[in-house]
């Protein structure tokens, strides 16, 4: 099975400040997703930002963006402009494009946002 | 309207009992998930469905039965419950093949005592 790295088990950044979170994963396939998901206190899981496998083009969601560098599997996620709000754990995932949607995470980044 | 929707949301419970553990999703996705979260945050893949048929079964032990009675809906049920069974456990769903992301339930936090 395809496995995911997050090496960054915390990671501090000062309020208005940007933060990179780190993310590599391991596959032998050519298609597939890449997600980085966001989980506050509350515990719900909530999406970040996708990323497929097939487009060359960094994916951009408001102040969050991805470095998707897919020769050296690596999917690093950049927080502009950081908030008090975003304090929380970041996940990255890696899912299959076949059948089997086989969906893995890293085992997260604690953020804390410092004011 | 709760898009990936589990209940109990915490559920207590004695050494040896059984329990079970209800998701409902209203999305029309194809696939379903159980992910088990431990005490260090870690997501860890139990099963996946697709259709109904069983498609991801991660080593978990025997006590833990999945059960798809429509491709709306993915129960957990748990026998003879121990200690280290505490956790939160997701439920998820997503499209299949093409698919994308996963759409998460809120979770349930199962304490075993």
């Known amino acids: 099975a395809q496995t995911v790295t997050q090496s960054q088990p915390e990671m501090s950044v000062q309020e208005a400040e940007t933060v990179t979170l780190s993310c590599t994963y391991d596959?032998?396939?050519?298609?597939?997703?890449l997600f980085w998901y966001k989980q506050p206190p509350s515990r719900q899981m909530i999406l970040v930002i996708r990323q497929e496998a097939y487009k060359q083009q960094n994916a951009t969601e408001n102040r969050f963006s991805v470095n998707f560098q897919k020769a050296a599997k690596s999917f690093s996620l950049k927080i502009s402009d950081s908030q008090l709000g975003d304090a929380a754990m970041y996940f990255c995932a890696y899912r299959t494009f076949d059948n089997n949607n086989d969906m893995r995470f890293g085992a997260g980044t604690r953020l804390t946002v410092k004011p | 309207d709760t898009a990936v929707s589990q209940t109990p949301k915490y559920l207590v419970t004695q050494m040896g009992n059984d329990k079970s553990i209800k998701c409902e999703q209203n999305?029309?996705?194809?696939?379903m998930y159980w992910y088990k979260q431990d005490s260090k945050k870690f997501l860890k893949i139990m099963f996946s469905y697709n259709n109904k048929e069983l498609i991801i079964n991660e080593t978990v032990p025997n006590r833990f039965s999945p059960k798809s009675p429509d491709k709306a809906h993915l129960n957990l049920h748990i026998n003879s419950l121990e200690l280290g069974d505490s956790a939160v456990y997701f439920c998820a769903s997503s499209y299949g093949q093409g698919g994308s992301e996963a759409f998460f339930g809120q979770g349930t936090r199962l304490t075993v005592v």
């Open positions: 999305l029309g996705h194809d696939t």
């Open positions: 596959t032998s396939e050519s298609d597939y997703y």
